[in-house]
């Protein structure tokens, strides 16, 4: 199994002179049920989860801007906010991007930009994508890894290409972290890292790649986590 470099390990190694893109799962959320009628939107941190994002924003260097994007999903600009602010928090600066949502507090404001893309940008036909979170959301991703194909998501290698395509498009900085959910980072995973997924076999939240950008030369992509481990086991 494909170990999923630390957070802390990837920074510390990491071109200064490259820009990186961050594509993250969320950080720990709240319980979400079977009988949640909106599949877990209205679902948010825990405790436990607030510290984690905080944590891993004081391991992003000080050298150079950072801009937050975010699926609107409120645990997920959650997590970019706490991020962010866990890099204020150990001394380093905070740019936003123009248009960016305050989601000030009572210790540092901070911008984090709603992206719709990030809320479903594999979803290809929503009734048909709702009907496999009713049926079994895990067994119906693995389904499509598998195939590369499912009536639900676009085709899978081609609409992980244009994830990529349109990270670099929107971020221009030196970091440039994307917070989303599990479902848009698993087949990323899976197109550029080649990792398996099974059902009883996942990632872990605060969880997904890291695209390493250089002046000169070809993109390095790094699966990392900012966990413990980047697998969960159910």
Known sequence: MTDFLPASDFF??????????????????????????DFGAHVGLTDSGRRQAVSLGRVIPAFGDAVYFSSPVGRCMETAQCIAEGRKLAG????????????????????????D????????????????L????YEGICKW?????????????????QMREMMFEKGNSRFNIFVTHDAW??????HFCGLKFEPKCW????????????????????????????????
């Not at 890894?145 to 290409?161: V, W």
């Not at 980072?185 to 899976?190: D, E, G, K, Q, R």
């Open 12 to 37: 510390a190694q990491a071109d200064w002179n490259s820009k990186i893109y961050l594509l993250l799962r969320h950080a720990e959320r709240n319980h979400i049920t079977p009988q949640d009628k």
């Open 92 to 115: 380093y600066g905070n740019f936003a991007v123009p248009g960016g949502t305050n989601l000030g507090s009572a210790g540092a404001s901070v911008n984090v930009t709603p992206l």
């Open 117 to 132: 893309a990030l809320g479903d940008f594999f979803v290809r036909d929503v009734p048909a994508y709702e009907q496999t």
């Open 134 to 137: 009713r049926d079994g959301f």
């Open 145 to 161: 890894l598998d195939a590369g194909e499912h009536d639900a998501f676009y085709p899978l290698h081609e609409r992980a290409e």
């Open 185 to 190: 980072i698993v087949p990323c995973l899976s």
């Open 203 to 234: 990632m872990n939240f605060l969880t997904g790649l890291a695209f390493e950008v250089p002046e000169k030369g070809d993109v390095k992509v790094t699966p990392i986590t900012a966990m413990e481990t980047g697998w969960l086991h159910f």
